[in-house]
């Protein structure tokens, strides 16, 4: 036989010969987003590094900002304390991740659903939320410490100061690592422990030397990923009181100065270095370790069973990160139903005039909520299919950078992202005199461009199971351009939209770093920024809690619904290659 | 003239294709070089060659998704190449199928049509003619995913078929099937389209699946057409050292004509002597060639001066049921030499002396 004619397969397509040119549609589509992006995203965020640079009144470039802000204790103490917060949140985070990502990985275990539900329990709740009732259990005068109080004569500051953030964002954060870490162990090549073992490797040494190393960038990922998010978080310092934090102080510096006052720019500019600063490093730490696409199998380790004793210690470890976990809920649950609930390890009586109040004046919360979040929902999926779609399917040139724009959003932190708009939209004014960035659908446009790296990754994601020569076969058949997409394309994605959609809608919902500089007035305000006004005053707790659950139940209903429609959809394409 | 089973729902034509001087790049990598083809109206007619030949692009630029930069590619005398896919008519069943997921069998056959703006009734009249043809009249309202993958083939080329295209091209048609079921649908393959009397092309990377199915191959490589013949001509008379080895076996021999008693011997570079027929034609650089099956084997060494005989040494045996193929070393050139197995006799055994012995009648002078 000729070598030739065995080989089997047919070639891979290396991208079509001689693609037609862009047509004026896919033009006029990526300008548009162009424009979109620039006006929402880049402008406001090119408006706070400029003022940062530059002198207030004459406009001059200078670093004097910078300079004054090194030179300010306060500030300075601010940005170690950021620091400070967000290594021990990853710490903490690591320390509940690590054990449950081991114990599923590696051990043939029951309760590694529990694990599966610790690993989105904390996400459903927002960490500003979980904070209030957290410091009724943990706090000074919490439920703990008056026990520990009465028995033993001592108390733990779980909640002081600093101690509270770490505290509350490790137990919120945590499954970020768990996620990219179980991930990471699970795509191991099963066939790569089992050659150590045949070469006579095992036990720590296996761990050590194979199962570690490539499991470490899926550690970095996540941990990279929680050490932003705290860095940048706003609200969760300032309900607990915390203002020496970088965020707080911008926060405050543009609430109580002024949007003029250049300290503010500043802190936003510092904080979308270290967030980049923190991608970048991650990024280049795991750039030459990252052997994710080299593998082939999958599979993940050999799992064995445990011990007796090695059982008791897993649920003893499950056990304690649950009550954490739980901890928030139930705390959240039993303040919203309580009259009174100080100085003493529980409610004294309960009632359900939280709610009552909740439903009855503070409604405009919950429909202004359900309205915005929606339509950045909305938005963000529309823009994000048409960015994967000029990306993946034309030859647009600089498509690329669309995607490159959009992504960068994570970087830039809500509060800043406020501030950019307050700045460059403050001016503008409507006809009737009133300031654009006054406008409730400031706060939508917010919203959406904070969720949108996320909702285009889900586009992107669902236009990529799409098989070229399904879309070719319309074409085929006689369906233009736009007809294939509408026939085709966007029914296949359905799915794939549904659930990009829901989680940008369960995000934006509950979303209060941006919310927090753009509400203007108490009408307009969505139910993150009414609950953060009612725990301001103690009268106003059970209220407040009482939004928080219907906050955390909209969030959690969301997540169910987004995982059916992604199972669904998943289902409805089974058998299909 | 189409087949009773179509009615006069769908009518076809048999046109015939015409591709005029096509050249095709992607970035600086030349894949189509000045092709030319001509398909005859009715002809089932196979692209063959390796992976990255230019088969797949030549196919796809007929369909349109690929753009050719120069040439004309002509169905029924009518220049398609400046039309965009969904205005050429020209029917493709790809190699995955392409099955729309999200829509049931009817629907998918269904689309075309939709697209076309047939009345309603005309399209539920082929939909269900089209089925038929392809016997699945029953399935039209399963998903495609509930169907096996030689159903999901014939529900591909229903779709195809219902919009009456000009011509039918089909890439990789077998590619999915298990080897089977490969051997039952290359024949039914080649009975529709008998029925269908469409002009066909079929793009295939497996020599068997070609010489099986189609009138007439163009084998492919580097982006040219090598030779353009039916299975049998190809076989018998490749035009270069190519087609010898992609159809096929072939002992290739390196060597020189020099004249010898009045006549002319090919001397290979191993030391085999071959008289030459005074009328046969040898192209300067050209190699001999032959078949495994053309040359024969016994045991001992060959006579110091016999013409077509050469000693060796057999280096392996390979079993292929009816024949058995000896790999042997002799004079510095590694032959293949089929033998027939019978129950019975010995065969001979790697290590053996042996004399292979050519048939000069069937040895062909290509050069690459």
């Known amino acids: ?577 | 003239m189409a087949d009773p089973a179509l009615a006069n729902d769908i009518q076809l034509k048999a046109v015939d294709l015409r591709i005029d001087d096509v050249s095709a790049s992607y970035g600086d990598h030349r894949v189509l070089n000045h092709i030319d083809l001509d398909v005859r109206p009715g002809e089932f007619f196979a692209l063959l060659g390796p992976s990255g030949c230019g088969k797949t692009t030549l196919l796809r630029t007929i369909a349109g998704f690929a753009q050719a930069e120069a040439g004309r590619i002509l169905v029924g005398g009518n220049d398609l190449s400046k039309l965009p896919p969904w205005k050429r008519d020209v029917g493709m069943v790809f190699q995955s199928y392409a099955l729309w997921p999200h829509l049931t069998v009817a629907r998918n056959v269904a689309f075309g049509l939709e697209e076309r703006r047939l009345p309603r009734a005309d399209i539920a009249r082929r939909v269900a003619t089209a089925l038929d043809f392809v016997g699945l009249g029953q399935l039209g309202e399963r998903r495609p995913s509930e169907l096996s993958g030689g159903q999901q083939q014939r529900v591909a080329l229903a779709r195809t078929i219902a919009i009456e295209p000009k011509i039918l091209l089909l890439d990789e048609p077998l590619s999915n099937l298990d080897a089977k079921l490969r051997i039952q649908v290359r024949r039914e393959l080649r009975s529709l389209q008998q029925r269908l009397g469409l002009t066909t092309i079929l793009v295939t990377h497996d020599q068997e699946e070609a010489n099986t199915i189609c009138d007439r191959v163009a084998v492919m490589s580097a982006g040219e057409v090598q030779q353009v013949g039916t299975p049998a001509e190809l076989y018998e008379t490749p035009a270069n050292l190519f087609v010898a080895q992609f159809l096929g076996t072939a002992n290739v021999l390196e060597g020189r004509v020099v004249s010898a008693g009045g006549g002319r011997v090919f001397e290979s570079s191993g030391g085999l002597r071959l008289s030459v027929a005074p009328e046969t034609q040898i192209p300067d650089g050209a190699r001999m060639v032959f078949r495994p099956q053309d040359a024969s084997v016994v045991t001992g060494d060959a006579p110091a001066d016999g013409s077509g005989l050469v000693s060796g040494r057999i280096v392996y045996r390979e079993f292929l049921g009816s024949t058995l193929r000896y790999g042997i070393q002799a004079g510095g050139a590694d032959l293949y030499v089929d033998a027939p197995f019978k129950t019975g006799v010995r065969p001979l055994a790697p290590g053996d002396q042996v004399t292979v012995s050519i048939a000069a009648n069937s040895v062909k002078w290509l050069s690459a």
Request: proline fraction near 4%; include cysteine; glycine fraction near 8%.
């Open chain 1, 1 to 577: 036989m000729n070598a030739m004619t065995r080989r089997s397969g047919a070639i891979p397509l290396l991208g079509s010969v001689g693609a037609g040119r862009a047509t004026a549609g896919q033009v006029v589509l990526a300008l548009g987003i162009l424009v979109f992006l620039v006006l929402f995203l880049v402008w406001p965020v090119a408006t706070v590094i400029w003022v940062a640079f530059t002198e207030k009144g004459t406009g001059a470039f200078t670093l004097v900002n910078f300079y004054d802000f090194a030179r300010t204790d306060l500030f300075v103490r601010a940005f170690w304390n950021s620091f400070y917060v967000s290594a021990m949140a990853v710490v903490f985070a690591s320390a509940f991740a690590l054990p449950l990502a081991y114990i599923t990985s590696r051990f043939a275990f029951r309760g590694a659903a529990v694990i599966q539900i610790l690993g989105f329990l904390p996400l459903i709740m927002p960490p500003f939320v979980g904070a209030v009732a957290l410091q009724l259990f943990f706090g000074r005068n919490g439920s703990i410490n008056l026990l520990l109080d009465d028995w033993f004569g001592f108390k733990v500051p779980f909640m002081e100061g600093l101690n509270g953030v770490v505290f509350v964002q490790s137990i919120h954060y945590f499954p970020f690592i768990l996620i990219n870490l179980s991930a990471a162990l699970r795509n191991i090549d099963r066939a790569m422990e089992e050659a150590a073992q045949n070469l006579g490797s095992s036990g720590f040494r296996l761990f050590r030397r194979i199962v570690f190393p490539l499991a470490l960038p899926g550690y970095v990922a996540g941990a990279s990923l929680v050490f932003v998010k705290v860095f940048d978080d706003l609200a969760t310092p300032l309900l607990l009181n915390v203002k020496d934090m970088l965020a707080p102080q911008a926060y405050l510096r543009v609430t109580s100065i002024g949007i003029t006052d250049p300290m503010g720019y500043v802190i936003s500019v510092v904080l979308i270095v270290t967030s980049v600063a923190a991608m970048w490093a991650a990024s280049l730490a795991t750039r030459n370790i990252d052997y994710a696409t080299v593998q082939r199998g999958g599979g993940g380790l050999v799992r064995r069973s445990l011990k007796p004793w090695e059982t008791v210690a897993a649920y003893a470890v499950i056990a304690v990160i649950l009550l954490l976990v739980l901890a928030p809920h139930f705390g959240l649950l039993l303040l919203s139903f309580a009259t009174i609930w100080s100085f003493s390890p529980l409610p004294d009586a309960y009632t359900v005039a939280h709610y009552a109040r909740v439903f009855g004046e503070s409604s405009l919360y919950i429909k202004n909520t359900l309205i915005y979040a929606s339509l950045a929902g909305l938005i963000d999926i529309a823009v994000g299919t048409a960015i994967a779609y000029l990306v993946l399917r034309t030859k647009l040139p600089g498509r690329a950078s669309l995607d490159t724009i959009a992504t960068a959003a994570l970087a830039i932190p809500g509060i800043v992202l406020g501030i950019g708009y307050l700045r460059s939209y403050y001016g503008v004014e409507l006809w009737d005199g009133t300031p654009l960035a006054s406008l409730w659908i400031v706060i939508v446009l917010a919203l959406a461009i904070r969720r949108l790296p996320y909702a285009l990754r889900a586009c992107h994601a669902a236009l990529q199971q799409i098989s070229v020569s399904l879309e070719e076969a319309a074409e085929n058949l006689g369906a233009t351009k736009m007809r294939t997409v509408r026939r085709v394309v966007i029914p296949l994605m359905t799915g794939g939209l549904a659930a990009g959609f829901v989680t940008s809608f369960a995000t934006a919902a509950v979303e209060l770093s941006a919310t927090l500089m753009l509400v203007q007035s108490n009408a307009d305000a969505p139910l993150a920024y009414g609950l953060y006004v009612f725990m301001q005053s103690p009268a106003g707790r059970g209220a407040g809690a009482a939004l928080g659950v219907i906050a955390v139940v909209i969030v959690a209903a969301s997540t169910v619904l987004s995982q059916l429609l992604v199972e669904r959809d998943r289902r409805s394409k089974a058998g299909h290659s």
